[in-house]
């Protein structure tokens, strides 16, 4: 009996430690172990939803002008749509496209070169850019502490209204890693629950044969770097990935992005300089400027007749989340900014 | 029970040894002088004079040792030294009576590990002012100020040392032989950084690369006991 007693007992303190052992959000099913280590930082709602407050907030820019959002606006799978280059403080256009933010506890590194090697810290590159929101992060932590709603949302989120850097940092992450993207008809497709048209299902061949080694499913990408055929624009002259390692083979690459949501993620490249699809294909099939770094999938250009193209672009439109783009936990948190009287300087700006 | 007499044994033995506090002072200084913000030095080998308003460095993998042997390993801990702030550069220890040592060892800086787990805290927390926006990793150290040497704007000059990734991995070990005290003062002497680098021709380093390497060799260099 006591025996039995103790077992059960047993059993059940390793149930509760696995219930309360739930650090990171749910894996879609067919997409492998993420990379985050969600151990070190396990997800709150709490904490997320101050996350969320700090995504939206321009408090976090020098002038109170710009927040993450203004950039990664949710309907554009948080790209920035329209905009080549990222828009900052006092209309500073700085040099690089706007990435779309999904599925990021799944890339390895950030930015269009890599120069950020964790989530965690790669808000610090746009607060403290002087042509993104030309902060500090003692000056947003300074802010923070004089709002009227920020001590009690830090006080809810780590059980005690201080406010450092790290927390900042780790409720941005928290934020960010739910913007989960994996709701998209290929998705339905992949999990039985629909088919392709027989037209999407042309172009998915297609995108097998001449797209999957780079922006390989489930992710739509493998995170690495790679050349693709692109002029340098030399008002620009951005050499990407190679300007961070000092080294020649790493010259002119750039992260290869998701292709999820790419129906609302234009423009297009590291430099937005293709608005549409059409032109993205256009390039592969006969833009290729030849260059020592390009990889060997695309010494040759792709060849696509004009109706395959059209099946191709079929296919790439079934990345679309509507679940995603619409879902209202993503958005802007009414809710936690009438909660209190903003400070004057963030008030004036919404 | 024999086996519980001897963990009971065990048990006493531990609570028996007593410890005591070693505590490694780490002082910027200018050859004989204590570095403090604003005040101007005089440097003789190149004649000019030379004013530091910002020194500050991370300390980390502190080990007592003894020849060749760690002793006693107080690894955990990461150290911020700022020169403005002297309670920074008092590091104090516990270690268990009875070890003999003869030699401290360290890194200047940060190792690969910390530089890519994310958003750390305390010393590591990026609102230091130690940590790279832009190219992510921590500074291992820092040194600013002006010369009239230096034909930078305002004569300024900024050494901002850091970089994890090979082949640019900046972090130094040193190691320094000192007799065994409850009181260890090493100086870190910003004079002789002066000796390596030129601020007439190199003003600034402020990112990762071959430069910031050959300066944090000569930065590891700084440092030695004072009697």
Redesign the interface.
Known sequence: MRKSTLILGLLGVVILAFRSWNPGPATPAHFPKPVY?FA??PLRSETVQLGRALFYDPLLSVNNGISCASCHSQYNGFAHADHALSHGIFDSIGTRNAPALMNLAWQKSFMWDG???????QA??P???PKEMGET??GV?KKLNASVIYPSLFYNAFGDSAI????V??AL?QFQLTLISANAKYDSVKAGKAVFTPQQQRGYALFKTHCNTCHREPMFTTGAFSSNGLPVDTTLNDYGRGA?T?RSADSLLFKIPTLRNIEFTYPYMHDGRFTRLSQVLNHYTSGIVPHKNLPAELQKPISLSPEEKVDLTAFLLTLTDKKFLYNPAYSYPKEIFSRGRRNPASLSSQ | MKTFYLLLLCICCRVAVTAHTVQVNFTPVFGSQILKPGQTHYHTSTADSIRIEVCRFYISHIKFMHDKNVVFDAAAQVYLIDMADTVSQQLQFTLPDGVNWNAISFCLGTDSATNVSGALGGSLDPANGMYWAWQSGYINFKLEGSSPRCTARKHEFQFHLGGYASPFATLQQIRLDCVQSSNINVVCDTAKFFDYTDVKTTAAIMSPGARAVELSVAAAGLFAVKP
Request: no cysteine; proline share 0%; aromatic share 0%.
């Open positions: 280590d070190r930082n120069a950020v090697n964790h989530l965690d810290v610090l590159a607060i403290t850019h992060l003692n932590i450092t850097g790290q927390r940092l780790l992450s961070i000092h």
